[in-house]
């Protein structure tokens, strides 16, 4: 296809996307969930076909001999697909977002002001591997009241183009409005950077993925985005903590899926506790092939601890190493996780009341967990349905995102032929 | 000065000012209502040094031959100190922002997941000609437990810096934190530029100047921006509206002040009332010297107006004229102000209720107004207090912006020993 004939294509989907978003915006609670609701039915009837396309994706994908663990990520199997259905299900449940008055203001006698939150209009995502993003993130976008653009990995592109024609046709005939959702049909690198120009139709992108497709977006658009940011996250074990509750803590932390953004990176501890905690939890670290690599003081008590470099306080590993440091106080672990830290997740294990008070003012990050795993910060944990992502940026939306990310506001102010004087 | 030492006292500056930040951020209201009251009284007492360095300032403005709108927005008088310190004391009245609970979540038995609002730490404020933005941001910087970056523009500098010397002495001496705010004190561009790379250490940048200026920074740095947007704003007058109310809010939207960016643009007239308000609402143009640009159908009503061009519903004329279109329902006045309007101010005259939630559902703005002037589109005049600008951003922040539009938020989460299974 000629690039400018794929400029064009993504200026008309974008287009039949503002469209619909429009009729979208307008639409009850009711309404949205049938056309969800429809989406699960169908899912369920086509289980097989999901997996018949999905087979050709691997298949592709194995002659082309990429990574095992990226094969699993773009693998479906009924109990995946049943996830992502449960996932709308869970979605269908919450409540609308759109509508509700998030101010209310009555500034004169004859002017009302409300703030109600409306749907952002048309959200663009740009994922990789994974085909169920197609479906979870289509799921929100609707429930919020906007249109979607998905642009998947082209490694994905059967999978993603059988579920879009799965929810896509079921929607149709639930009342969904023509054009809703657009499934970006090609694997040609040129359409995304088509999309990154359409600031006046798009939006919000989220790009989901490696850092460096989340940077090439940032630096080619003017269109606002979310992103996913990386966690270099600590877990500190101050003097009054419960020993047995932090090594098992520390454990989930770090061990429970040491690939993900939340997972625990550096431990602090207290030096008034190292010497207790610190033989128990290596050995426990050691049976599951944590591989720890400490400070001088730490390495004084458990022998087998590698000496950490600087660098080690500033990686995230994303694997089973763990960076170990005794600190000497609670204003030094502050310290280290303000410098080092990526504003993700920090948590504190204490008994201290006062203690946890001021780690959780002191620490600037999304989400601050006394006496409670890392692990933890999750959009369906935190009871928001399924979730596009955990935010690390402090403007619109910050750590776990759901589906009020997703919106925007609207004042709404209604007078009584009121004027400026 | 050489550029690597201008680099290094900016980078010093936002090291200062991320520094006092942590402290602001953990100090309750009284603390920094106690700040903002000692720079009231500061400022009182030193009304004539304040107006004697602005002398300073016109004087050089004069000489360099600046034009008078210009030198008019650069002078203080003892009114416009004045009132600059009510902005202050209204803040003072604000509700603490910060600390407030957002949303609260128990999703099990041995978790408490609650969101609060924090400050977003540092704040750079980036201005051109008008002295009383030093008070104005830094009065809500501060409420809100943020550092402040200043940098004013060159022709206002010895204004800024005698109105920073005196809340910064009256404020430390009140028990602000060392450093809490920073001002730039060189006319030397590359300051600014310098503010650009510190995105480590600055948490969000508000430019407060031109298109030219705003751009200038969106286009070089990666630190978030709230920026205040172009107003293209229109007023339907719906078949169903009280027409004398309709000619009296028509005429505060564009004749009350046209130079600011809440003034209506585009008339809007369904084709039943547009004989009966035309005439009588030209008449009232006329007399305030509003030019008329309009439809070929406005014509046929009213022979005086000139004939409106395609570029002219494009246009924030920003000034005594304005384009008039007769349209033939609402609909139609819709899709006109979905196509030309910046999203900003937008509103209907109507005693059509049903008519009214139409509008107000299918306008996309930051705000929509039903039987009043988009001139009302103002913090103070929502209940604010001062206001740091209106975003025509989606993302963040969108209409009139107050405190909370200064902060962000952070999940504090609770557990007994809570892990993930």
Known sequence: MENSELRHIMLLKAKAAKKASRKLGAMNIEQKNNILSAMVAALQQNMKEILFHNGIDIQAAKEAGITATFIDRLTLTEKRVN??????????????????????????????????????GVIGIIYEARPNVTVDATTLCLKAGNAVILKGGSEAINSN????????????????????????????????????????????LIPR???ELIKFIKTHTSIPILSHGKGLCHTYVDKDADIDMAVNIAVNAKCQRPSVCNAMETLLVHKDVAGKILPKLCKLYNNA?????????????????????????????????????????????????????????EAIVTNNKETADNFITEIDAAAVFVNASTRLHDGSVFGLGCEIGISTQKLHARGAMGIKELTTTKYIVKGRGTIRN
Chains 1, 2 share one sequence.
Not at 89 to 112: A, F, T
Not at 311 to 332: A, F, G, Q, R
């Open 209 to 211: 993925g490696n850092e």
């Open 83 to 120: 996830n992502a259905i449960n996932g709308i299900k869970d979605v269908i449940l919450l409540q609308d977002p759109i509508g509700s008055v998030i101010e209310e203001n009555k500034p004169s006698i004859d002017i009302d002001v409300k703030k109600i939150r409306v749907p952002l």
């Open 289 to 345: 092939n944590v591989e720890i690599r400490g400070c001088e003081i730490s390495k004084d008590i458990v022998n087998s601890i590698n000496l950490a470099t600087e660098e080690d306080w500033k990686t995230e590993y994303l694997d089973l190493i763990l960076s170990i440091k005794v600190v000497n106080s609670l204003e030094d672990a502050i310290v280290h996780i303000n410098k080092y830290g990526s504003m993700h997740s």
């Open 161 to 204: 183009r059988i579920l879009v024609k799965i929810i896509y046709d079921a929607g149709l005939r639930a009342g969904m409005p023509d054009g809703a959702i657009q499934f970006i049909d090609t694997t040609n690198r040129i359409a995304v950077k088509e999309l990154l120009h359409l600031d006046n139709l798009i939006d919000l």
